[in-house]
């Protein structure tokens, strides 16, 4: 097989596996708003900061030390390259020795530091006691699934990934709603997919042309460091997701209380879809960037390279088409009618919030009752000034033009826009859908 049809084959085949894996979070949030409401999907949305962390360690150590293991192999370094894999096992083991402990002895102390109050804390003590019980097995899956990959066995990859995505759908219906054991059934659910997962990718290990083999030896941190040198990208990527929802959770929690932060979390549960996507393009190519590079072939590495560039901006483009016109609010009162109704009530010119979503543009913003959308009228005078010359006041293209304050770059500086316009609280300031042409616009001094 030529490297272009392995290059989609690997990239396609991992595309749907974590496609799975973001689609049975969205499953366990609409399950948890049918079961608890409001409170539960704000519940979901503070504890998945947590799983990022958790995932980000294994996804550094279980990606890291694959690649480390593929180019070894690449190599002719047969048995250097096997001592990566029992490492990475027993180093993940104990590096979730502290998620569950925390998970035995203060999951409710942890809840607090994420920033739930006393309600959302009792009803969420099951929930993160079972799934930091169970960290061994979420960092253990990224390891055993990324090795049976770069083993070249992307197939079973995928199936395991979505055999563990579509038991955690099954049964969290199962758990909460049959059963009758609410938040902590989907807590189980959830934490049972990985062992699934793991257990259908150990069948690789009894073939006849797997060359993984566990070692028997002490942990290394030399062989950890290494490891982890190459898999920092996996754990920036993962760690990025957390800490903004972190963020946010915390300026939402402070403005409207709890019912934004679910709202909020419906929202950015859909965004797990498009980064499964793009990540999968990365991860999907990884096996085979190893193999070249270990083999010294820069002409296809840099194939590789253009290849994942092109699909990756050819994905992004038909997530985009795909994305337009679709609303927020839609979204949101698909999970939990009320969150929609809460964004609502405002009465006329006092300050609510609508959560909107145009073109890719998903913000909060203060409105008026009567929904006008023009009710945001706030002006940052060099963004302004060029766009209205770059887009000679056509109102056509002006829908959705999105405003924020730009003077830092770090994500905390971005989404700290309290009180930023006027005295008005917001995290995303937007010009409306629908607006007038900007003669028309009454922009304050």
Not at 111 to 131: E, K
Not at 143 to 169: C, E
Not at 272 to 283: D, P, S
Request: aromatic share 14%.
């Amino acid at each position: 097989m030529n490297l272009t049809k392995q290059f989609f084959k690997y990239v396609s085949q991992n595309i749907f596996g974590l496609l799975g894996t973001s689609c049975y979070i969205l499953a366990d949030t609409y399950f948890i708003s049918q079961a608890a409401g409001t409170d539960g999907v704000t519940l979901l949305n503070l504890c998945l900061p947590i799983y990022n962390f958790i995932f980000a360690i294994g996804s550094m150590i279980g990606l890291g030390a694959a690649t480390r293991y593929a180019i070894l192999r690449a190599q002719g370094e047969e048995r250097a390259a096997q001592r990566y894999f029992s490492n990475a096992v027993f180093c993940a083991c104990l590096l979730a020795v502290p998620f569950v402990l925390v998970g035995i002895f203060c999951p409710g102390t942890l809840l607090r530091l994420m920033g739930g109050d006393a309600g959302i804390v009792a009803l969420g003590i099951p929930y993160a006691r079972i799934f930091l019980l169970f960290t061994p097995f979420f960092m253990c899956n990224y390891i055993v699934s990324a090795f049976v990959r770069n083993d070249g066995a992307p197939s079973l990859a995928m199936v395991a990934t979505l055999s563990g995505s579509l038991f955690n759908v099954v049964f969290d219906y199962i758990f909460m709603f049959p059963m009758g054991l609410g938040l902590a059934g989907a807590a189980l659910a959830t934490a049972v997919s990985p062992m699934l997962s793991i257990a259908i990718c150990s069948r690789h290990f009894f073939q006849k042309d797997n060359t993984v083999q566990f070692v028997r030896q002490l942990p290394s941190a030399k062989l950890l460091g290494q490891s982890c040198q190459l898999g920092i990208s996996g754990f920036v990527g993962e760690m990025s997701s957390g800490v903004t929802t972190t963020v946010f959770n915390f300026l939402l929690l402070g403005l409207a209380g709890n019912v934004a932060v679910a709202a909020y979390g419906v929202v950015a549960n859909f965004a797990l879809v498009a980064t499964a996507i793009f990540n999968g393009v990365a991860q999907g190519a990884q096996p085979l960037v190893s193999r070249c590079y270990g083999h010294s072939d820069r002409a296809g590495a840099r194939k590789l390279l253009i290849l994942g560039s092109c699909t990756a901006l050819a994905l992004a483009a038909v997530c985009g088409f795909g994305w337009y016109g679709y609303t927020a609010c839609d979204r949101v009162s698909f999970f939990d009618a009320r969150l929609q109704a809460y964004y609502q009530q405002a009465e006329n010119g006092a300050n609510g919030w609508v959560l909107e979503t145009r073109a890719e543009d998903v913000y909060l913003k203060p409105t008026h009752a009567d929904w006008h959308y023009e009710a945001i009228r706030y002006r940052i005078p060099w963004v302004h000034d060029t766009l209205d010359k770059l887009l000679k006041k056509d109102t056509d293209l002006l829908r959705s033009t999105g405003w924020m304050r730009t003077d830092h770059s770090a994500v905390v500086d971005a989404a700290d826009m309290t009180a930023a316009f006027n005295g008005q609280d917001g995290t995303w300031y937007a010009v409306g859908s629908e607006p007038a042409a900007w003669d028309e616009v009454e922009w304050p001094e």
